[in-house]
């Protein structure tokens, strides 16, 4: 039977394959982790199908292609869509996310449903939080699965993301009974992430199965889980360590033989040993077997009241900006009026906010998430990071970041955090003492623009050349750029020096041939110019016909038939640019 997307559910799950017990992985897990491939060949019984979590900005890496190459089934998991917000799946997203899984052969997509970046795709995401969990938040992300379905041409299936707090009035399986009716689709149900849900909100591990539409489950997730302690309470880490809880085995053992419209269940365990995770898959593969006439219940669709708008959008990022700024957090609860006219709420969502458990609210085991903010923000800044403001090689001052207005700011209105976290560089530098420090900041910030943004440029005449929309023009104390890479290459702080004194300019030019979009950054190149080729590029910032050419030649001693061969290697190069 053919997948078509428009028919009903019953009809479209009836053409999904079985694919039985599969194994997990994303870009660069089997580098210290799992081999995928290895494990098929040993154990093809157990492991029959690769999930492949994916985002368009890196792709699928050579392990993933490794099991491509045999011919093997898959299905993908998107790790950058933010499924609860209709303007995140743009026509461009949706048509390379349908490409790259036709090419990789996929079964259907699916990914959690919830906030996977906030501003643009940037290197500044990687976040991930639930929904909002209300009916109109339901609802949008029904109408999201429904057009992603019909425009992608494969089956959508949204997973419950794990948290440690959850805003809304709905439990987390009533909104996803919600989803899955109105969007007549399909679920992906990860048993350790509800099982973490369960536990953060008080909750037995069956509580809501009962009244579930677990012949909507199409595919499972289990994984291992940490628990740690943060204040007066405990929470689990969705860490993917080897040994699911015993929680995600009970909600897994009460799905299993009711779910009869069941195709795959997923252990998540890609970062793992063989002998880590070996027996849990052959417990997986007994279940698998034992599901033999599973039978589909009837079930009447609920009648549902037309639901309240609510800005889940604002909530979210409210949350997050809580969860990075303990201080913002305090300030909300106490009812400071600046910050609760920063959320722009309403009195119900202010009031989840400031009733939700601040242990829960601030959890973090071992300051992961704060890290993997900062890390993935700051990795365009590492040498201003390395020296400090203050030239002591004092990298504290890049935690303050998510303390800071612009942060606040860019997290509330959508905008990129790398470049929201250059703004705030720049600010500092401006009464920092190190001249060093200074000059980098200068150097990387300019960069870090340059592989997202492009110059207005004129256009230019017949004959005329022009500083082409990639290129930028930086003046430098000297000394800058070998500073930049000696402390790149591992010199010791003391070696790299500047002298703001005398000055020197450097070229940044971004690759017009790299692709920059969905995240994905321009590479750029940075070289100092000899004066003379800095002047000739700073003249051509408008632009300049032969004419201005020769007088330049002549006024610089400079040959110009020489020039000319500057300049058309510049063209060449992309640098410059040429009118017909």
């Excluded at 992300?141 to 993301?161: H, K």
């Excluded at 009733?355 to 973090?364: F, G, I, L």
């Excluded at 560089?425 to 000059?439: H, Q, T, V």
């Amino acid at each position: 039977m053919d997948y078509d997307p428009r028919k009903p559910f019953a009809e479209r799950v009836a053409a999904l394959p079985r694919l039985g017990v599969g194994v997990s992985t994303e870009f660069g897990a089997g580098r210290d982790g799992l081999d995928v491939v290895a494990l098929r060949r040993a154990r093809p019984e157990l492991v029959r199908f690769l999930e492949i979590g994916v985002d368009l900005e890196r792709g699928v890496d050579a392990a993933a292609r490794a099991w491509l190459r045999q011919g093997w089934p898959t299905t993908y998991h998107f790790l950058d869509a933010n499924l609860e917000e209709g303007d995140d799946l743009t026509p461009e997203w949706i048509d390379a996310t349908a490409a790259l899984a036709r090419e990789l052969g996929a079964a259907w997509l699916c990914g959690d449903a919830g906030l996977w970046h906030v501003g643009p795709r940037d290197r500044g995401h990687g976040t991930l939080l639930p929904p909002i969990l209300t009916a109109s938040s339901a609802a949008e992300m029904a109408a999201n699965v429904r057009r992603l379905r019909e425009a992608s041409g494969f089956e959508v299936l949204p997973e419950n993301p794990p948290a440690h707090v959850y805003l809304g009035d709905l439990h987390l399986l009533a909104y996803f009974a919600r989803v899955a009716e109105e969007a007549d689709s399909g679920l992906l149900l990860d048993v350790a992430h509800l099982a973490i849900h369960q536990r953060a909100t008080g909750r037995a591990p069956l509580d809501g199965l009962d009244d579930f539409p677990l012949e909507r489950v199409v595919e499972l997730h289990v994984a291992g889980g940490t628990e740690f302690a943060h204040g007066a309470r405990r929470f689990v880490d969705d860490d993917h360590a080897p040994e699911p809880l015993p929680d995600a085995w009970a909600i897994l053992d009460y799905v299993l033989p009711r779910a009869a419209n069941l195709r795959a269940t997923v252990y998540e365990c890609e970062r793992n040993r063989r002998e880590q995770v070996i027996a849990n898959f052959e417990r997986l593969a007994r279940g698998w077997s034992a599901r033999a006439g599973v039978a589909a219940r009837g079930r009447r669709p609920a009648e549902r009241p037309r639901p309240e708008r609510l800005d889940h959008r604002s909530l979210q990022r409210s949350l997050f900006r809580m969860q990075h700024d303990p201080g913002f957090a305090a300030r909300l609860r106490s009812g400071d009026a600046e910050a609760v006219a920063s959320t722009r709420l309403g009195a119900r969502e202010l009031g989840w906010l400031r009733s939700a458990d601040p242990d829960a609210v601030a959890a973090d085991r071992g300051g992961r998430r704060a890290a993997q903010l900062l890390r993935n923000v700051a990795s365009e800044f590492r040498l201003c990071a390395r020296v400090g403001p203050r030239g002591d090689a004092a990298g504290a001052w890049v935690e303050a970041f998510p303390r800071s207005p612009l942060f606040h700011r860019a997290v509330s209105r959508d905008e990129s955090l790398p470049l929201a976290f250059a703004a705030w560089a720049e600010a500092l530098a401006k009464d920092a003492p190190s001249e060093l420090f200074r000059a980098l900041v200068a150097l990387e910030v300019e960069m870090a623009r340059a592989r997202r943004e492009l110059r207005p440029v004129a256009s230019p005449g017949p004959g005329e050349v022009v500083l082409s929309a990639a290129a930028h023009l930086l003046e430098l104390p000297a000394g800058t750029h070998a500073a930049a890479a000696a402390l790149a290459g591992g010199a010791a702080l003391g070696a790299a020096q500047v002298d703001s004194a005398a000055r020197e300019v450097v070229l940044i030019a971004a690759d017009l041939r790299d692709d920059a979009r969905f995240g994905r950054l321009r590479s750029v190149r940075v070289e100092p110019l000899a004066p003379r080729v800095a002047a000739l590029l700073r003249l051509a910032r408008a632009p300049q016909g032969a004419a201005a050419r020769r007088a330049f030649a002549q006024h610089h001693e400079v040959d110009a038939a020489e020039l000319e061969a500057v300049v058309d290697d510049y063209v060449a190069e992309g640098v410059l640019r040429r009118g017909g």
